[in-house]
């Protein structure tokens, strides 16, 4: 059974670009979390999908945002970027909202320059 | 203060020797998740716990949720152990995001 999958591994941005990145989950998982890492801050939670419904939203701002398709794939999308936005952004996929066990992707690190 | 804090944040240790790290949390939970992070990013779910105590090989998970207290131990620690173990949150109620700790840099030396 393949992994989750995150693409692309590595990018490069300029501020005030925009990106989308895209996770791919388990076969069969419906539920897709999105997760911001930096050295500062620590893991952050961004926003989860269930069956194509954004159900739940940390605290960030407007200029994040995602979406999930109906085969469960999922896509974030940052806007008008800053150098603080400089992380690692990692998914994971779980089979049902809730207590279920997470499975993570390798990541997207994004460097905005 | 953060809802979830770990210790110790760095440990380092001879191979061999028996791994404790501690996780309190101030929230309600549905479950209590144990990560393991190498370098380059990647993470791998060890345990997802609810009550009691769960073993994996060299690794033990236990929870206390009276307590608000889990720990993770690794028994006979191996220099491939060395990485960041992190616990997470799930809160209690809905389908929340994890609430991370800042987790815990473990190196076991040979």
């Known amino acids: 059974k393949a992994g989750v999958t995150q693409t692309p591994r590595y990018l490069i941005k300029t501020r005030g670009q925009q990106v989308t990145l895209s996770c791919s989950p388990i076969?069969?998982?419906?539920?897709v979390s999105w997760y911001q890492q930096t050295p500062g801050q620590g893991l952050q939670f961004l926003f989860e999908?269930?069956?194509?419904?954004?159900?739940n939203k940390g605290n960030f701002p407007g200029r994040f945002s995602g979406r999930q398709f109906s085969n469960s794939r999922s896509e974030m999308n940052v806007s008008t970027l800053e150098l603080g936005d400089s992380a690692l952004y990692l998914c994971?996929?779980?089979?049902?909202?809730?207590?279920?066990?997470?499975?993570f992707g390798q990541g997207t690190r994004l460097t905005v320059v | 203060k953060n809802e979830v804090e770990q210790s110790p944040q760095n440990l380092t240790a001879q191979e061999g020797e028996f791994i404790t790290i501690n996780c309190s949390y101030s929230?309600?939970?549905?479950?209590l998740h144990w990560l393991q992070q190498h370098p380059g990013g990647g993470i791998v779910s060890l345990f997802m716990?609810?009550?009691g105590k769960k073993k994996h090989g060299r690794l033990i998970a236990t929870i206390n949720i009276q307590e608000k207290h889990s720990s993770l131990h690794i028994t006979a620690s191996h220099p491939r152990d060395s990485a960041v173990y992190i616990c997470?949150?799930?809160?209690?109620?809905?389908?929340?995001?994890?609430?991370f700790g800042k987790g815990t840099h473990l190196i076991i030396q040979p």
């Open positions: 994971a996929s779980s089979f049902a909202q809730g207590a279920t066990e997470a499975f």
């Open positions: 076969s069969g998982h419906r539920s």
């Open positions: 999908y269930f069956s194509e419904t954004q159900r």
């Open positions: 929230v309600g939970i549905s479950a």
């Open positions: 716990l609810s009550s």
């Open positions: 997470a949150a799930q809160k209690g109620g809905g389908a929340d995001g994890l609430t």
